[in-house]
């Protein structure tokens, strides 16, 4: 008995061993068991019950993976965070006085033409004594262009359309009588924006849409 059963096992080595021979000319693995799969690393936290001094592991929550944006969303998203921030200068402007826009605003204008419009109308308010309190809240960013380099390499264009609300700003006189608003209180503005050489962003063209209201 003791020898048919090592005979049994004899002859299950030698088929096992064929069937290796024949696996391995086909690239597989043969007489051996699956592995194990890899168990999944995790990572707890022990969080402490002040009320009872007890403490418990929990599991960490997952990291949450930082969506990559392209250098053409990257872009669009720096022209518009330029306009939120234009706006909350001449806001900051306004309620001083207008007399410190020469040192707050003039690094928005990238173009003669936006430069001089725009220093006109503030160095009027500055002389009239005008002020103003609340903030302009912009919203409704829509994307009619972008152009990657119209000029030479890294001076991108955006061009947007936005809606500026004014609904919380009121404006003063010189003796603090408050000044009718002489527009919509939300409209439509158009700018194209250009990444300068610095890298930062600025107004190329700028046009205020007082007959467009916007929602």
């Known amino acids: 008995m ?5 005979d049994q096992r004899t002859t299950a080595a030698r088929a096992c061993a ?9 690239g597989l693995a043969a007489c051996s068991p699956d592995p194990e799969p890899a168990p999944e690393e995790t990572t707890t936290r ?10 418990t592991e929990t599991p960490s929550p997952s990291p949450t993976e930082t969506p990559t944006l392209t250098p053409e969303e990257e872009n669009i998203a720096a022209a518009k ?18 007399s410190t826009w020469t040192d707050k605003l003039i690094g ?3 173009s003669p033409d936006v430069a001089n ?17 609340g903030a302009t809240k912009i919203s409704g960013f829509a994307v009619l262009e ?5 000029d030479q390499p890294g001076y991108e264009r955006v061009h947007l359309e936005y809606c500026g609300d004014y609904t919380e700003t009121t404006t003063y006189d010189r003796d603090g ?39």
């Open 146 to 150: 972008y152009t990657a380099n119209p």
């Open 18 to 26: 064929a069937v290796a021979v024949v696996a391995l000319g086909l």
């Open 177 to 215: 009588a408050v000044i009718p608003p002489s527009n919509l209180d939300r409209f439509t503005w158009a700018a194209i924006l250009q990444r300068q050489e610095d890298g930062r962003w600025a107004f190329a063209e700028l046009e205020s849409m007082t007959d467009r209201a916007c929602t």
């Open 46 to 55: 022990i969080v402490e019950d002040p009320s009872t001094g007890t403490t």
């Open 117 to 133: 419009l725009n220093s006109v109308a503030f160095q009027a308010a500055a002389d009239q004594g005008r002020r103003s309190d």
């Open 81 to 98: 965070q330029t306009v939120v921030d234009y706006y909350a200068a001449v806001d900051e402007v306004a309620r001083g006085g207008y």
């Open 2 to 6: 003791v020898g048919r059963a090592q």
């Open 108 to 110: 928005y204008w990238a």
